[in-house]
């Protein structure tokens, strides 16, 4: 595992529900907001990924283990990670903190999709970033 | 004013908040279902004229006024109908409801944008449809 | 499995993203839109249960794999069926469609807690309905 | 006009809809930002007046102006300032900025209730805060 990137943010009204806590869903907004940061942090932005060179990170599976609740206004932290990389997907994994307790832990795994959301390939200048070996010439 | 449409529907646990009612910027997600509805009733879909002819509705203002809370499960009628429209823009009204309850009442008012955000006027074959009348021949 | 329960509704707009199609958390929101369909077909409705027998389900796990895209006005059926329970924890299933699609399966750990989120056991009225068993009288 | 408080976030995906720009109802998320904000400068928090005192603000009617698309991770300030307060009610208005250019203009009114939803006043201790002038003893 690459060192995790950190983001913070404070938990809105917005979030919460009528049982008084963050509503379920929104945590996976807080990972989309862990993934953006941590793009950041390897080196590019993801909207000039999508921009640019038109490529699209079209989420294939969640999981996510809530342990505690979070609450209105509390100071949540997101730690992103790389789990995984190859040229066709990529596994982020995400912790989501309130001061020393972890709330939840999660992953998701996407697909590169073109803007038609075609199956499509990372392109080479992304390898570096994502940890991503060059592909081995295969000679006889 | 033409008759309104109607669109029913329940409130989403998601759509609560800590407060035990329905969080107000939800009331808006619910007038957008309402005008969704109303040009379905006025003979076209919303989604083929933003795909088909490239004409959007951006929402250039919003006022609402909230009258009772809503709760969870809920069943929410949306009442919506065309308060003004011409080539260049178009009001909607709105009155939401749970049973004989008023809960809420708003408008929108939208301009037409193409795909770029651009000002557009809307094309002629939606005049009958918004209820405009042609434009006049400018006859010496 | 017992028996799913269906619901159906349309794709809002708000539920869409840039990548024009529905944002992956939103998923979320219609699994509990299934199993609040669910506890009604069971004979009971989630809402009373919460204020009458202050006995709420905290979600402990999600897990949700996208097959296909939803797009704004899709029509689209959340099948939902219990998939395990006991007197501490309650499992949902999912499968959520468009017409002959299926594009997104997934499911939820639930624990029941009380209104002060503290976990607690499902009183005993409601086992039938959750299809648990009686506890066996422990005899010598 | 006090000086009004200042809040910074960046625009998140989940924000956004499928004309590429932000939905209009999360407008209203960025207010709520905007007033919990205010209310720590002027000296409390607003969790802790409900937790604490059982006073909530309950929106009794919201007016929004759009002037300008805001785009995935713009950064978005909103600057934020009590327009009016007096013991039954306070209205806040709103700037919301991307650098230069203001993206929107708004104003929200709410009347103080009690976790009942029942309408209250605001305790005195609040006066200072809201800039609320004691009341006049009445004396023959």
New interface residues.
């Given amino acids: 595992m690459r060192d995790p990137s950190e983001t913070r943010?404070?938990v809105?009204?917005?979030e919460?529900?009528?049982?008084?806590?963050v509503?379920?869903?929104?945590y996976?907004?807080w990972m989309?907001?862990g993934r953006?940061e941590l793009c950041k942090s390897l080196g590019f932005?993801?909207?000039d990924m999508?921009r640019d060179d038109g490529i699209?990170l079209?989420?294939?599976?969640?999981?996510?283990?809530?342990r505690a609740?979070a609450r209105?206004?509390d100071e949540i932290t997101v730690k992103t990670w790389l789990e995984d990389a190859n040229k066709r997907l990529v596994v982020f994994a995400y912790e989501i903190h309130c001061g020393d307790r972890v709330l939840a832990t999660g992953s998701t795994r996407h697909v590169f999709v073109s803007r038609q959301?075609e199956r499509t390939r990372l392109p080479d200048k992304y390898y570096p970033l994502f940890g991503i070996s060059p592909e081995k010439l295969v000679t006889p």
Same sequence: chains 1, 2, 3, 4.
Avoid: S, W
Wanted: aromatic fraction near 22%; glycine fraction near 2%.
């Fill in positions: 943010f404070r809105r009204y917005a919460t529900d009528q049982m008084g806590v509503y379920y869903a929104n996976l907004v989309e907001i953006v932005n993801y909207r999508e699209y079209a989420v294939a599976d969640v999981a996510c283990r809530y609740p209105f206004d959301l």
